[in-house]
């Protein structure tokens, strides 16, 4: 009981694997319990038990496995997961559970079998079932068919898979176990109780007496059909249903047959049989014996094989081209039959596969019906009829037409015979008006055909067709049939018996769709016959309501009407009594009798009352022929005064109009119409006449009448007015229907005419047509003479490009009708409409008799020069017949044995044949897809992919001629995946995804495919996955998830899985299928749209779906809306069915007609609460503002939470992310267009962005990002409509952007502009126009300097257009923004440039050389320097374009005034873009300031010179005044007037200056980027500006974060400025001086504020002390003019630094500084000491700042100085100052922080081997024995200053040093100056000590010289190097020098009274003054600055105050920059200071 009390306690699941089988039991008993409980199928309860579940099946206590199995059914019956386990747990339930001999295990067993059948497993399930079938035990394999029987009785044929359960089921009737035999006899029944007789084939082969005894079991069977009992989960629907009629008693049984039984063909149940390797090995010799009995053996063994129901696939050609030849030649009749049997055997075995033959055999059979012999005609249709059904009428209809003209009438009879028993295999959709047309006509040849047999085949053919497609279909080919013989067909039609009934559900169904609504199903118009469609379309709009849509009852309406049209066209001719009456019925009297009157003058009076009575007559009552009639009596056309004969040919126009005008009718005027067409006066109204006749009788009609008649005349006026006429009607009608060979001979006879006006009217003729037909029509007249060639080429250049006018004119009668009919003319699979039927009125040749068999063995020969001399000869045939028939003979089979040719070469010239015979076959190409198309995708797995390039190439140009629906028919395409080839998947599958999305609808073949495409998912090529990833939802769009994931249901679990996952990807990207094209609207203005909208509204919603299922593939659209007239050829969609996207080609209300028309058609009808639904989810905003979504973005892609967005194509994974991110904040819709697979949504999508850029700006921007990114997907597409679009968006996006003043951030920019250069090498020269102008304005909203590098990444491009177009861009921006763009540094990016100058492609090699001619404007000769090493060759084409293309001055643009940059049109600053205004502030102050600035720099230059001079200068330097050159004497007047003023500075700044302070960290970067500029002017330009900022407090905040940034530039500068500015001769050494001032004003500045000082970093740091310590020991700078003062304030910028930096960094960057500067000896000699006083001063300071020290770090940068220098090297150094330094450090650190120091050492690693460590512990050590005395000391003095308590060690050393330094003789002055310093901080510092010992004269020699220091320091700072340190910042107030400048000023009578502008009194400081006035004056920091700043604030207020009253200029005075002449305060001055100058000079 233990053992029970321990598992008792463990959870279930655990007790359902215990070892003990009670704990099981129990385990399972709680199982079943639990599970009963659980009502959630998704309960998480349910994944513990997922392991376990076969364990439950398989236990081996038969006890618990019972109760495991129950666990095991209510656990699959209730838990989600449960499907997960089928395959191993129905495994453990065949091998485990059903050889146990309980029943009620077998039981449970079986029924958990059923339950996964049950949640969708069926295949899953019978697949373990069958392999149990080849179990061992008996025992399994008997229950294994019983459950098998089982699921097949309870859900039928549908869910189970008979095919594989048949195919065994032979085996089992073998077996020697009667209880097998017995189950599978039961199951036999109950398979033929749901297939019926198609189970019978597969069962031939058992005993005959189990036959017997199945044949008496299955007569038991009831006949009613056999029901699904049972339902998956996924069928609840018919659940329901199913129970409801069983409720109702089986009531309705009836009704759903064709839902529950599946028609079953038997063909799919066998199992195929090889036959040609059974064939007798001398087969081939034998049937070519001359003895008739060895050919009657040969094919005898042939038949035998033949009759197998089912052949494998296999390469018959040789096999089949034998059995022709039989037939064809073979004199013996029983031998003929016999082939026949063998042909028709082969075709029914091979059923589609056998479609690549039957080209060549039909011909032959079709001619062998001259046999007369009844068994061999027989035979010979059993043949016939069995190939049929392996191919389809389309591919054989050329070959019945050739020999429906045949003599023979046995062979026409036949042939008819053939037709009519094909039509009834047919449809409405497979048996289209294109092909029928053709048959029809030939058929009604046959009908009036002698022979009576002949005849009756004919009616037969005739009356099938009829019945097959409906009355409406064929009645218009019967147009001239009499009424008895329309009897005969409408009698043979009404006893065509079709085989609907035989084929099962599907065909009835289709009878029944096919009766509710004929017209609908009629396929749509062609596509690619713009003309056609334009003109029936509007055509539509003129009848007098909407065009007719399929209702039930409109089939009969439909025959009546045409039917009476029939009669009207065919009117016949009445005699002229008959007319008489008729016309005096109609007209009055008096008019008849004058109508032949002498006097010409009654004559026009008849004329007259005939067109009042004309005009006033009713449509109806109009008698046209007699009227007509009446007006040809004499004397008729003859009629000689013109003013009747216009008259009477107005008549004739007027009668056509509005009477109804017949053919016969049109023929009695026509012939005067014609002769009176050239006549001066009445040709106008003759040409009227022909018009109204076209209307009414039909321009094709009319237009071939009046040409041949005119023809037939020889009146070269009339024949030129004739054509002349026939061109415009042309225009006026459109093109569909005309019949081009009806006329173009005449118009080639027109050519050739003597008369010019002919020719002309001809060539004009041409052109019109031209605009219809295009380049097809020029084929007509290659062989006219050059010089005519030539003109009608001129013609045809002149159409170009221009588009057919749309047709305003319309056949009126047949309008509506014609709408019908053209409808039914599109292909099924949407193949080349308009083209082909140009390409039909082409005279072809047959080249058949030129394909002899010498040519075909040639091409087959052994030798490859004879096989290619023999592809030459086909070639040159094809070449020279350029148009030629379907019926090429041998040559397709022979040119098929070439594409496997070993020789690449010769396959490749086969494949052009195959391109040539594509384009000269044209349409009759199509019966050639099996037997040489498929062979060309064979080579598409070729390993050379110049072979593959040219299969696909020829590969297209077949399908462009065949449409797509014969290549996806059969199994060929699946065969040609199966094969394991790469190359060839890839291929074919790229091919597939391309032109799949085209198609409407395919083959149910295409299913065929995937179970080969889900195998190539998994493809071991990385590409080949690829390429089925992207066609996976183009094959799901046709076929459905639904049987695509059934389809991956067959699969092994792990591919499985992997494939679902596929599959749902797919699924949110499968695109929808194409709209069916309807019937455009346009023309008539009758037709308003409200009328087409209350058509459509009147319509019931019903009508859009064709008996409301979802699947219509051909609905008639209903009344279209109205379209503009600019685009009549685009398509309206139909009515939608169930696509919803399609809905959203509905726009949205009160847009216009015109933004209507943009769109690629308007909507069609739809039902009115769904249409007006759709409306108002449109009219919201299409993006959504959600505050911060951006930034979360960003931060997501950092954190690289998202994919960067960075691809070389696009993959899926990134669309589907940008569609997860758009869904949050794009409307719906939007985004459903936006990822349509149609780019007509694309283009619609964006038009509707574009609209509502400017009302949505704001949330544009917030979503700029994805849309951005959604338009670089479309970079990758190819379509140019969609790119040409995209574009115009993107001009006006940042035509946007930069309105608004935003600036995109660099994560905008690089997943946007990377992919903008790549469309710049498109090769489309409107899309690089395009992509050039948004670079362009791309640099406003993004500085130039980081779209140069994005460009820089352009040049690399493979596409040279791409490299010459970045570096012409890369130029334009190094001209409009100076080199500072060149980012990372100019010599690199001029570098990578340059190497482009020895480029091959001309065009890049000249863009490189351009830009570097750029460059060259820009720096001069400094470029050579740049560019690096160039070959010889690209050096000398670079100096010689320099020589023609550079300016003259080289370095005028860097002295070129910013007030000409800034009128450029880009700004002077490449970065100065701004951040968003915040919202409260006025939008137009920066474009206010902007205009401000720029107008106020223009006028700069205005300013006379002399107040350009440095008064100063001339004031001081007396010795060159006399120099001075006579100035000018100006009248100052004019300067009075207070004009406004700008902030002192010569040298304008970037006008976007003043809003520096919202601007954004770009433009500081970009400010601070120009700091390290090589050019000084820009750099101190540069300095300027920051310098403003850094002055003011309330502005320099902007600075913060950009510290490091801006020293580094400046340390960058200083090192410029040492190594290569110092150096240049040619450089003036004042603007050196000059820009060594701005740098060291600007760090004053900086170092001025602690907050900003504090934030540069120890490198940093360290760098700036290097740049600034190698200054202060320039001697080059110290000879320089003012260098002294350059270095003082150098030493004061030094103590700024040491004060204001962070303490921590500083000490670490000095002792890092140090380190460096004594490891390397190359520096300047005092450079270390210099370091070392640096960090003397800072230990100094400790005190003070221990307490806001890193210990650790300091402690760190001495521990890693003392491993470079240990104490032993340091000792060893010439000086000993660096370890006394050193020394000095550690003990004043260790002084101010006692043994605590020791816990500061972690972040040294191994302290125990640092020498740091053991030196601080012995200083430790030493100074604790001195804290005790201090101690008390200190506690008795109280709370001293820290100075005071310094110990006396520390006090003594510093002393002691210096009073060393001080009797030394280099370092006495040093020495003197650190102790006045140390005596002004340690003020009672006791000095007796150390002076008692030394000498009276040393004694005052310290004393004198501390006063000399004390009284130089009063007056002005100490010079020369040595005292570089000693200064301190407190002396230096910047009030010493106004003072002393205030002296000056007095003295030279130059001190005025007031001092408005000073800022504060004498004694405060006053603030720096800003760098820019260093611009133009001498650079002494400490004194010239302060002295123009005290000029300069005088003018302050009367500034303000001119400012106040004049802010109407600008918004923000204070911001604004304008320049002007000095106001009045200062003019005196001015003036005085003038006089002064001059009078010295005299």
Sequence with gaps: MGDDSEWMKLPIDQKCEHKLWKARLSGYEEAVKL??????????????????????????????????????????????????????VVSGVVTKVFNQPKARAKELGAEICLMYIEIEKVEVVQDELLKGLDNKNPKIVVTCIETLRKALSEYGSKIVTLKPVVKILPKQFESREKAVRDEAK????????????????????????????????????????????????????????????????????????????????????????????????????????????????????????????????????????????????????????????????????????????????????????????????????????????????????????????????????????????????????????????????????????????????????????????????????????????????????????????????????????????????????????????????????????????GKPTSAAGGKAKKTSDNKEVAETELSIEVCEDLAAGVLPASCLQQLDSANWKERLASMEEFQRAAETMDKGQMPCQALVRMLAKKPGWKETNFQVMQMKLHIVALIAQKGQFSKTSASVVLDGLVDKVGDVKCGGNA?????????????????????????????????????????????????????????????????????????????????????????????????????????????????????????????????????????????????????????????????????????????????????????DEAAAIISEAKFITANIGELPLTLKERLGDSNKILVQQTLTILQQLAVSMGPGLKQHVKALGMPIITVLGDSKSNVRAAAMTTLQAWVEQTGMKDWLEGEDLSEELRRENPFLRQEVLGWLAEKLPTLRTVPGDLMLCVPNLYACLEDRNGDVRKRAQDALPTFMMHLGFEKMSKAAGKLKTSSKDQVVAMLEKARAVM???????????????????????????????????????????????????????????????????????????????????????????????????????????????????????????????????????????????YVEQLKTQMATCFAKWLQ????????????????????????????????????????????????????????????????????????????????????????????????????????????????????????????????????????????????????????????????????????????????????VVAVYNACGEQVYKLIGNLSEKDMSMLEERIKRSAKKTAAAPAKQSVAERSQREHPTNPNATFLRKPAQEDPNKLNQARQNTQHSESSHPSIPKEFQLDLDMIERDQSRVCELPDLVQHKLDELLEPIMIPEPKIHSVSPHFDELHNSTASTINFVISQVASGDINTSIQALAQIDEVLRQEDKAEVMSGHIDQFLIATFMQLRLINSTHMADERLDKRDIIKLYSCIIGNMLSLFSMESLAREASMGVLKDLMHGVITLMLDSRVEDMEDGQQLIRS????????????????????????????????????????????????????LPETIHSINLDRILLDVHNFMKVFPKEKLKQLKNDVPHRTLKTLLHTLCKLTGPKILDHLSMIENRNESELEAHLRQVVKHSGNL????????????????????????????????????????????????????????????????????????????????????????????????????????????????????????????????????????????????????????????????????????????????????????????????????????????????????????
């Design 1232 to 1411: 459903d267009e936006l990822f349509h697979f149609d780019f007509q949504r694309h283009v619609k999508a964006i038009g509707v962005m574009i609209e509502r850029l400017e009302s949505e700006s704001d949330a544009t921007i917030s979503c700029l990002d994805l849309i951005l990114k959604w338009f670089t997907l479309r970079f990758f597409d190819t379509n140019t409509t969609v790119l040409m679009k995209v574009l115009e968006y993107l001009k006006l996006l940042f035509a946007m952007l930069n309105r608004e003043n935003y600036h995109l951030t660099e994560y905008e920019a690089n997943s946007f502009i990377p992919y903008l250069i790549l469309k710049v090498g498109e090769s489309k020269d409107g899309v690089r126009k395009d992509v050039r102008a948004i670079l362009t304005m791309l640099c406003k909203v993004y500085p130039a300097s980081k779209v140069f590098p994005l460009l820089m990444d352009g040049t690399k491009s493979k596409n040279s257009k791409q490299r010459a177009e970045c570096l012409e861009e890369l130029g334009c921006l190094i001209e409009g923004y100076g080199m500072n763009v060149c980012q990372p540094t100019s010599a690199k990016s001029l570098k990578e440039i340059a190497v482009h100058i020895g480029d091959r492609d001309t065009s890049v090699r000249n863009a490189a050389l351009n830009t």
């Design 35 to 88: 599970f009963q409980r659980i009502h959630d199928e998704k309960s998480p309860e349910w994944g513990k038990y997922l392991g376990l579940l076969k364990k439950f099946v398989t236990d081996s206590n038969a006890v618990a496995q019972l109760k495991g199995l129950e666990a095991a059914l209510i656990f699959v019956e209730k838990a989600h997961v449960a499907g997960r386990t089928a395959g191993e």
């Design 186 to 549: 039961l199951l036999a029944v109950e398979i033929y109780r749901w297939i019926r007789d198609a189970v019978r084939p597969s069962l031939q082969n058992i005993t005959a007496v189990q036959l017997k005894e199945l044949e008496e079991e299955w007569v038991k069977l009831p006949t009613s059909p056999a029901k699904q009992t049972r339902f998956l989960r996924s069928q609840q629907d018919l659940k329901a249903k199913f129970e409801q009629q069983s409720a109702q008693g089986e009531d309705s049984d009836g009704e759903d047959v064709e839902d529950t039984v599946a028609a079953v063909d038997p063909y799919e149940l066998l199992e195929a049989v090889e036959i040609l390797s059974k064939m007798p090995k001398d087969f081939y010799d034998k049937i070519e014996a001359k003895k008739w009995q060895e050919r009657k053996e040969a094919l005898e063994a042939v038949e035998i094989l033949t009759k197998k129901p089912k052949l494998e696939n296999g390469d018959y050609g040789d096999l089949v081209r034998a059995l022709k030849k039989v037939v064809g030649k073979d004199a013996n009749v029983m031998l003929v039959s016999l082939a026949a049997k063998c042909l028709a055997g082969l075709a029914s075995g091979l059923r589609k596969k056998f479609g690549t033959y039957a080209g060549q055999v039909v011909p032959t059979i079709l001619e062998k019906f001259k046999e007369k012999k009844p068994q061999v005609v027989q035979a010979l249709q059993e043949a016939i009829d069995a190939i049929f059904l392996t191919t389809t009428l389309q591919n054989l209809s050329e070959d019945i037409l050739a020999v429906m003209d045949n003599k023979n009438p046995s062979i026409k009879q036949q042939a008819s015979l053939y037709l009519a028993r094909s039509f009834r295999h047919c449809t409405q959709a497979n048996l289209p008006k294109s092909i029928l047309k053709p048959l029809c006509a030939a058929l009604i040849k046959q009908v009036n055909d002698s022979a009576p047999e002949v005849r009756d085949a004919a009616f037969e053919a005739l009356g099938t067709a009829q019945k097959v497609v409906g009355e409406k279909a064929v009645n218009p080919f019967l147009a001239d049939l009499d009424k008895l013989k329309l009897d005969r067909i409408k009698e043979s039609a009404d006893k065509v018996e079709l085989p609907g009934t035989r084929r099962g559900g599907s065909g009835a169904g289709d009878k029944k769709a096919a009766a509710k609504a004929p017209p609908a199903a009629e396929a749509p118009p062609k596509a690619s016959a713009p003309p056609r469609k334009t003109q029936t379309a509007a055509a539509s709009k003129s009848s007098s309501g909407p065009p007719k849509k």
């Design 1827 to 2042: 804290s005790g005395l201090k101690s008390d000391r200190g506690n008795e003095k109280g709370g001293l200053r820290t100075e005071e308590r310094m110990s006396k060690a520390k006090v003594s050393d510093i002393l002691s040093e210096i009073f060393k330094k001080i009797g030394s003789k280099e370092n006495t002055k040093e020495g003197l100056t650190e102790l006045y310093e140390y005596k002004q901080k340690y003020s009672d510092a006791d000095l007796e000590p150390f002076l008692k010992n030394t000498s009276q004269f040393f004694q005052s020699y310290v004393e004198r010289g501390l006063r000399m220091i004390e009284s130089e320091r009063e007056v002005i700072p100490q010079h020369g190097v040595d005292s570089s340190l000693s200064s301190n910042t407190e002396e230096l107030k910047p009030a010493v020098y106004y003072e002393r400048l205030k002296i000056l000023r007095q003295r030279q009578g130059l001190e005025n009274t007031s001092r408005q502008g000073s800022g504060g009194g004498e004694d405060e400081p006053q603030p720096r003054p800003p760098i820019s006035s260093l611009l133009s004056s001498k650079p002494s920091v400490a004194s010239s600055t302060d002295m123009l700043h005290s000029k300069l604030s005088q003018l302050k207020e009367s500034r303000e105050m001119y400012q106040q009253e004049h802010n109407a200029h600008s918004n923000s005075p204070s911001h604004a920059h304008t320049r002007s002449a000095s106001p009045a305060a200062n003019l005196d001055d001015l003036k005085k200071r003038l006089e002064r100058i001059k009078s010295n000079r005299q």
């Design 687 to 871: 040409k009227e006449g022909l018009t109204a006749i076209g209307e009414a009788c039909s321009l094709p009609w009319t237009a071939e009448q009046v040409v041949s008649m005119a023809f037939a005349q020889k009146n070269p006026k009339n024949q030129a007015e004739t054509l002349n006429w026939l061109a415009n009607a042309m225009k006026e009608f459109g093109f569909a229907g005309i019949n081009v060979k009806g006329f173009i001979n005449n118009v080639k006879t027109a050519l050739g005419a003597t008369n010019p006006a002919v020719r002309t009217a001809a060539i004009t003729l041409l052109g019109v047509m031209f605009l219809y037909m295009g380049a097809p029509l020029r084929m007509f007249f290659e062989d006219e003479k050059p010089a005519l060639l030539a003109q009608i080429d001129a013609e045809f250049e002149k159409m170009q490009g221009q588009s057919p006018p749309p047709p305003i004119r319309f056949n009126k009668k047949a309008a509506a009708e014609e709408v019908g009919d053209e409808g039914e003319e599109q292909d099924e699979d949407g193949g080349a409409g308009g083209g082909q039927d140009i390409m039909d009125l082409l005279p072809r040749t047959d080249i058949s008799d030129k394909i002899t068999s010498d040519l075909v063995s040639k091409i087959g020969d052994k030798n490859w020069k004879i096989r290619k001399e023999g592809l």
């Design 1071 to 1213: 695109p929808a299928k194409p709209a069916a094209p309807a019937k455009a609207g346009g023309g008539k203005d009758s037709a308003e749209p409200s009328r087409a909208a209350s058509a459509s509204r009147s319509q019931p919603a019903s009508d859009d779906c064709v008996d409301g299922k979802p699947e219509v593939k051909k609905v008639r659209g209903g009344a279209p809306a109205k379209k503009p007239p600019s685009s009549p050829e685009e398509p309206i969609p139909p009515p939608p069915s169930k696509d919803k996207d399609s809905n959203a080609s509905k726009k949205p209300p009160g847009k216009g007609k015109a933004a209507a028309g943009s769109q690629q058609g308007a909507a069609g009808k739809k039902p009115p609460a769904k249409g007006a639904k759709e409306e108002e989810d449109k009219s919201g905003p299409i993006f959504v503002l959600i505050p911060n979504a951006k930034e979360q973005r960003i931060k997501e892609e950092k954190q690289l939470k998202i994919l960067k967005w960075n691809f070389i194509t696009p993959r899926e994974e």
């Design 1690 to 1741: 150098t030493n004061l910028l030094v103590i700024r630094v040491l004060e204001k930096s962070h303490q921590t960094n500083m000490i670490s960057a000095l002792l890092v500084l140090l380190q460096d500067s004594l490891v390397t000896t190359a520096g300047p000699p005092k450079f270390s000491e210099l370091v070392m006083k640096c960090l003397w001063r800072m230990t100094r300071h």
